[in-house]
């Protein structure tokens, strides 16, 4: 199954605020519950929230009763700006919202015509998320050897995608073709997508996993227990990386101890005609942080 697939004008995703405890699949029947479910986490992860962008505006398209076609931009306009005042940091949420719009605007159709095409356009934004994960996990699993281990921080996996996953997609492309890695997956607070989500994605799929608290990164380096770092990333920008909390002090670490650092993610998630300095980075609630 699939993180977040359409089903007959209703989005279907599981709630990642659940797991690993409980598995609840939410299902979404307007833009206002996907902008609801991406403020509050349940939906995460840039490219699924590429993915989310896109079927929001699918299903405004779909449940519009607009008799124009020009009613109907107007309202994927307004859409479009309730899902980009969710998370601020994340490109493949305006990437999404923005290729939708562009095309809708370009297409010579009728309102109805339009409608569907808004929506098998969401659906092909998925679709080429999860052919752009398995091309990751080819090319990224030429550089693990067999034997390796790999640190990798917060949750760029199947959950945190459509399918299959970023850096977790180099692991399971590595472990498919035979390959006898060993993942360590730090626990990444306050939230913990590691400990709950990459180590439930991994033990689930029979990859040896071992859960670390986050200030042991530096230790398990130091007496060459890892092989290399592989992290997503919420943007890739023309001077920076920008991922989860922690990702920087990983990087140091990794560079002090001489272990090759990866960052594996889809072009999606590439902005580089922008710097760290024009980019807003999520500052999450106090409250999060027990």
């Not at 598995?23 to 986490?41: F, P, Q, S, Y």
């Not at 923005?98 to 569907?116: V, Y």
């Not at 594996?264 to 300095?277: G, L, W, Y």
Request: aromatic share 4%; with cysteine.
């Amino acid at each position: 199954m699939r993180t977040i697939e359409w089903v007959d004008g209703t989005v279907e995703t599981i709630d990642q605020t659940k797991l690993p405890n409980e598995t609840v699949l939410l299902k979404m029947k307007t833009c206002g519950d996907v902008a609801e479910a991406i403020r509050t986490m349940k939906i995460r992860g840039a490219p699924l929230l590429g993915a989310s962008a896109g079927f929001a505006l699918a299903l405004t398209a779909h449940h519009s009763k607009a008799k124009t076609r020009e009613k109907l931009l107007e309202e994927l306009q307004q859409s479009a700006e309730t899902i980009r005042k969710t998370r601020p940091t994340a490109v493949n949420l305006f990437w999404a919202v923005d290729r939708i719009l562009s095309k809708a605007q370009a297409a010579c159709l009728s309102c109805t015509a339009l409608a569907r095409f808004v929506v098998e356009e969401a659906k092909r934004i998925a679709d080429e998320d999860v052919t752009a994960n398995h091309l990751i996990g080819k090319h990224g699993a030429e550089l693990v050897q067999d034997g390796d281990a790999i640190l990798t921080h917060c949750n760029a996996g199947a959950l945190a995608t459509v399918d299959y996953g970023t850096a977790l997609g180099v692991v399971r492309a590595a472990w498919e073709q035979g390959k006898r890695i060993k993942v360590f997956a730090d626990e990444t607070r306050p939230l913990l997508q590691g400990a709950r989500l990459t180590a439930y994605e991994l033990k689930r799929d029979g990859i040896p996993v071992v859960l670390i608290t986050d200030n042991m990164a530096g230790y398990v380096m130091s007496k060459h227990m890892i092989n290399m770092v592989i992290v997503g990333a919420d943007r890739v920008l023309k001077d920076s990386v920008v991922n989860k909390i922690g990702t920087f002090t990983l990087a140091v670490l990794a560079k002090e101890h001489k272990i090759p650092f990866y960052v594996a993610a889809p072009t999606s998630t590439f902005d580089t005609k922008r710097t760290s300095a024009e980019v807003t980075i999520e500052e999450r609630k106090s409250e999060e942080v027990t």
